[in-house]
């Protein structure tokens, strides 16, 4: 009996949770309601109409556009990431596809979320705009995709060496626009070309909601770290690279791609290169700002790529209205340093001692106004720290905060909107010591020995390993 309700139990913890219903809203129904419900269709992929709409007529050049997620009851589930935006067909209807998964590896994009798509309404043609060709207003029939038929589109295009952004869009028209996440509004794609006249096919499948832009040509950036190196020669001779691929990394060889700090001081863009001041350490200065005005930031390539923090970072402008940056990258590998974040590039920036840190956390119950009892005490340089001995032991969430004030806080990868931090108190009255490192961009928690009369207090273990010596010591010397 016990083998089978073992067996039951296993059984039970091996099937799926049962899928909560998806429902299609939009402009359409004032995005609410459980009227349009997708029906599970099987291996993660949803399907539902929406009818009874105006009808687009390609013949009058009519088009009726809807807005339109497909989420859960709640909205604590919903895609595409930005609003879709579809065209009804010619008998006012809009079919909607939901492919519930999160990670993908069929070389198509978004990657990282579920895809919504819909049946292709057919009545308007595609194209590419970008950088390429100065986001043109009108249509560029130079780009113009061709209808495969099914909601799919295809295009091959030369393009010349540089780094270029894109979206699908309606021919000729941003009514109707597709970016990164398959949304209206969503961020640009992006592709890079190394050599004059590469090939590169471009791909839009309207019910699969995804896209895609690729070549066959040779990259000469094997180990994919936006650097052109003599490691990138020893991969090309591992894999049996071509000829072609050895000429490409050759022409390319000592390429490094910029970095950048992007902010709302500058509208992200790439005005403010950061400056290479060897191993591994770039800064840039940012002038001209509102002294004490706060502004989010990120250090990022052109194309986006290697983007840090990854939640924004936040930081307040100096007496002088200036900001100080410093960028740290980390070329494969982790930090070994023992701060946080490991396993990314950092980026900080100099004190504007405007005011001071604390730690807030679940040991002090997250307060919304400043807890003197965990406040930190600056050391100058940047480096803010405290030592603090906990009454409870426990698994405790913590963020570094600018004191009494959430406007400002650090959490796990250095962003203003970052995860909590964790630590550990494995026993009652355990000192911790926390230090914040502005400048460096990185932060670290770890456990302290309490001190008496300028002595280290040892754990109970080592009091109990030393009374066994001394016992022991005590015993030869009887015997002697």
């Known amino acids: 009996m016990r083998c089978l309700m073992a067996a039951i139990v296993t059984l039970a ?30 291996g993660g992929h949803y399907k539902g109409t929406v009818s009874g709409l105006f009808a687009s007529d390609p013949n009058t050049q009519t088009f009726f556009y809807n807005e339109y997620k497909i989420t859960v009851d709640d909205w604590s589930i919903n895609a595409p990431g930005s609003n879709g935006k579809v065209a009804t067909n010619t008998a006012g209807e809009i079919t909607f596809h939901l492919w519930d998964n999160t990670s993908w590896s069929d070389g198509w994009y978004p990657n990282n979320q579920r895809r919504v798509g819909y049946d292709d309404p057919s009545v308007f043609g595609w194209e590419v705009v970008g950088s390429f060709n100065g986001w043109p207003a009108t249509a560029d029939p130079s780009y113009a995709l061709t209808d495969q038929t099914n909601g799919l589109y295809h295009g091959e295009f030369l393009m010349n060496p540089g780094f270029y952004e894109f979206k699908f869009r309606k021919q000729g028209d941003w009514a109707n626009a597709i970016g990164a996440d398959f949304g209206k509004d969503s961020g640009n794609n992006g592709f890079r070309v ?27 950036d094997w180990d994919k770290n936006n650097k052109v190196d003599a490691r990138d020669y020893v991969l090309w001779r591992k894999n049996n690279g ?32 950061l400056i290479d001041q060897g191993n591994g350490h770039f800064t840039a200065t940012v002038t001209g700002l509102t002294a004490g005005t706060d502004y989010e930031y990120k250090a990022a390539h052109d194309d986006y790529s ?32 023992g701060w946080s974040p490991a396993n990314e590039s950092r980026v900080g920036y100099d004190d504007h001692n405007l005011f001071d840190w604390e730690i807030v956390g679940s040991f002090n119950a997250w307060p919304g106004t400043g807890d003197p009892a965990y406040y930190l005490t600056d050391q100058g340089g940047g480096l803010h720290t405290g030592t603090f001995v906990f009454a409870a032991a426990g698994t405790y969430e913590f963020k570094f905060r600018q004191q009494g004030d959430w406007g400002t806080s ?43 009369m300028g002595a280290a207090v040892p754990e109970p ?19 002697s």
């Open 410 to 452: 650090i959490g796990d990868n250095f962003g203003n909107s970052a995860g909590n931090n964790e630590f550990v108190v494995a026993n009652i009255g355990d000192s911790w010591t926390f230090e914040l490192d502005l400048p460096h961009g990185r932060w670290r928690a770890f456990q302290t020995p309490l001190v008496v």
């Open 13 to 42: 913890a091996a099937l799926p949770a049962a899928a909560q219903p998806w429902y299609a809203r939009g402009d359409f129904n004032a995005w609410a309601g459980t009227a349009n419900q997708l029906t599970d269709m099987g």
């Open 461 to 479: 273990a080592s009091v109990a390993l030393l009374g066994f010596v001394a016992v022991l010591i005590s015993g030869v010397r009887r015997r």
């Open 194 to 220: 190394w050599s004059a006249n590469e090939l590169w096919k471009f791909d839009l499948d309207l019910p699969n909601g995804r896209w895609r832009a690729y070549t066959d040509a040779p990259s000469p």
């Open 306 to 337: 290697g983007a840090v923090p990854g939640s924004n970072g936040k930081v307040r402008a100096d007496a002088n209205g200036e900001i100080h940056f410093h960028f740290y990258e980390l070329d494969g590998g982790t930090w070994t340093d």
């Open 242 to 273: 071509s000829q072609a691929a050895y000429d490409v990394w050759r022409a390319n060889f000592g390429f490094s791609l910029p970095w950048y700090i992007r902010g709302s001081f500058n509208n992200f863009d790439t005005s403010t290169p």
